[in-house]
């Protein structure tokens, strides 16, 4: 087990953690010092002898790594890492419920689950650690960060493992509300059942044909949505995913669709109902690859996650939680 850092948590975030490799007594060490390891641990874009000379760099005992420090093997490094200007995602994170173990809430779109990448600041884990004073809390499952609606999590550590294992288990029911063009031709409710497989590093999931199934969900048609009910804030053409004429059915008439994921796939949902021929409204992935800004909030993915029930792994009680928001969706929400 690593040493615990020496620095302490920065807007919510620990310092990221780096170990030099194990020392291969067969050859000599490969960089002469701390110095050269770090250039060719981190990326270009990252300013190491900046950062060197800024002591921001330092040991398990709080001690600043310096640039002419000799290489050690098998060393501990910590640091925080510099964080973008983050325009700030509009919308309202709603606390749905609290209690001593679980936080649930109704994030809403464009809005990162976790600290990652480009999304630090802007992410629901840092800012909730910061507004509700609890430095532990952390997911318990995946969302997206262009889907909206609940997100389930722990308040600290110790109560991770046993809810966590519930959503491992799919002891964890969770429903989605999609807002998508109406085939006529279209029979439902439908099963969906493939092989889904997304590469890491690639934006997009793609279905293996005659893979064996490791995705399903059940879509059931909920209601028909009239084009004006729609709205302004997904219209406008390719830029929010409306359906275009010929390709999947009648372009102004949509349809509010109740999906059942039996499994949880990355991208699942979408890449389901996009194979389907009634792609989500808004989605910037499926069924076409579109380039949307990442800071561009004006057209929301119209997918919810709208409810979760399950029995607490904890004291037994039954659980059922319901989003406040509802198709369609705007940013501002």
């Not at 999590?153 to 493992?161: K, P, S």
């Not at 439902?188 to 059942?193: A, I, N, S």
């Amino acid at each position: 087990m690593p040493p615990r850092s020496p620095l302490p948590a920065r807007h919510g975030l620990d310092a990221a953690r780096l170990r030099t490799p194990d020392r291969d007594r067969s050859a000599p060490d490969p960089w002469p010092t701390m110095g050269a390891w770090l250039r060719h641990r981190l990326p270009q874009h990252v300013d190491v002898p900046g950062m060197l000379a800024q002591e921001r760099f330092v040991d398990e005992d709080g001690r600043a790594v310096r640039d002419d420090d000799p290489y050690e093997p098998a060393r501990y490094v910590w640091f925080h890492r510099d964080l973008r200007d983050e325009p700030v995602v509009p919308g309202t994170i709603h606390v749905v419920h609290r209690d001593e173990r679980l936080v649930v809430v109704d994030k809403p779109p464009f809005l990162s689950t976790i600290p990652r990448g480009g999304h630090v600041m802007q992410s629901v884990v840092v800012r909730l650690r910061a507004e509700l004073d609890l430095p532990e809390l952390s997911p318990l499952h995946r969302l997206d960060r262009v889907t909206s609606g609940l997100l389930l999590l722990a308040t600290e550590q110790r109560w991770r493992g046993a809810y966590q294992s519930a959503f491992e288990r799919r002891a964890v029911d969770k429903t989605y509300r999609a807002l998508a063009p109406l085939r006529a031709d279209l029979e439902v409710p439908v099963v969906v059942r493939n092989h889904i497989h997304k590469e890491r590093g690639t934006w997009c999931a793609e279905v293996v044909p005659g893979a064996p199934v490791n995705a399903e969900t059940l879509v059931e048609l909920e209601r028909e949505v009239e084009a004006g009910e729609v709205g302004q804030e997904v219209d406008g053409g390719g830029a929010s995913g409306r359906p275009e004429a010929g390709r999947v059915g009648e372009p102004d008439r949509f349809a509010v669709y109740r999906l059942t994921p039996r499994t949880g796939r990355t991208h699942q949902l979408r890449l389901h109902l996009a194979g389907l021929g009634i792609p989500i409204v808004g989605d910037p992935l499926y069924p076409v690859v579109r380039d949307v800004p990442v800071d561009d909030f004006r057209h929301p993915l119209q997918l919810l996650a709208a409810e979760v029930a399950f029995t607490d792994p904890v004291d037994g009680r039954h659980r059922d939680f319901r989003s406040v928001r509802s198709l369609p969706l705007a940013a501002e929400d």
